[in-house]
């Protein structure tokens, strides 16, 4: 009785032609490349290297500045000189010294707040003896990064409310127009007392909540570039009066309206 024999599994013994194949190709792409970077100039030399480090995934800002090309030919700090297909100056405004700097933000806060007084107060500005004057819900002050606006949430909210205040929209309306001038970038910061809030949500959820209604509201209502907001919750962390009375309290539940002059998008008046 005679066994039948299994054929022996076939084995393809040229396999190492495809990876032959692949390297010749490379080899060909790469002396391609270099015969046309020996005819291109070295112009053209510092464009195809910058390409070819952006196809390997390289961050364009990582790419050295000697390898880009000079800036008075636009080069390639394409964040800096491009938006989209088009060529355009650098959006940071440049402070020749930190005066100036200081001069710049004194001036554009002065102006803000001058046109705050005006518009939301008028001649109700001030305490006179018939009349009390308007109570301020809207304050300015400087940080180290520009300025801030302070909006009393008891105006511009109702109590454990998110939402803005229907009666506060006109006073938010002249606040935006007024930031909307500057095309400055602005931060919107919710803030808190310490006082556990009631119902579901608590102090995170209410200080963020309600930032990020006043930024849906630039957006919505007067057309702010998304790309100059932002907006963050800090709860009860950050009190600029003491939790201990109910005027400090009030003061501690807060919007805050920062301006940013430290920001690489500040694109001048809107």
């Known amino acids: 009785m005679s066994i039948k024999q299994k054929c022996p599994p076939f084995e393809n013994h040229e396999r190492w032609l495809l990876s032959y194949a692949d390297m010749l190709t490379l080899l060909f792409a790469v002396f391609v490349v270099l015969y046309a970077l020996s005819i291109a100039g070295k112009k053209n030399e510092k464009v195809v290297t910058a390409s070819i480090q952006e196809s390997f995934h390289t961050p364009m800002p990582d790419i050295p500045i000697d390898r880009r090309i000079g800036p008075e030919e636009q080069g390639l700090g394409i964040f800096e000189h491009f938006k989209g297909q088009s060529i355009r100056p650098s959006l940071i405004e440049k402070y020749p010294s930190s005066s100036q700097r200081v001069k710049t933000i004194d001036d554009e806060m002065n102006r803000v707040k001058i046109k705050l007084e005006e518009r939301l107060y008028g001649k109700d500005k001030f305490r006179s003896d018939n009349k009390t004057g308007q109570e301020r819900v809207v304050q300015i002050t400087k940080t180290a990064k520009g300025f801030k606006l302070q909006l009393l949430a008891r105006h511009f909210f109702d109590a454990g409310s998110v939402n803005v205040a229907r009666g506060a ?6 606040v935006a127009g007024i930031l909307k001038e500057l095309g400055r970038p602005i931060n919107i910061q919710g803030h808190t007392d310490s006082v556990p809030a009631a119902g579901e949500r608590g102090n995170w959820e209410i200080s963020t909540l309600r930032a990020t209604n006043v930024l849906k509201y630039l957006i919505s209502h007067h057309n702010f570039p998304t ?44």
């Not at 929209?169 to 002249?174: N, P």
């Not at 950050?238 to 309206?257: C, K």
């Open 169 to 174: 929209m006109r006073e938010l309306d002249q």
């Open 227 to 270: 790309t100059l907001l932002s907006a963050s919750g800090y709860a009860d962390t950050q009190p600029i009066a003491s939790n201990g009375t109910e005027s400090g309290r009030m003061l501690n539940r807060r919007i805050e309206i920062h301006v940013d002059y430290d920001h690489e998008t500040s694109a001048g008046p809107l």
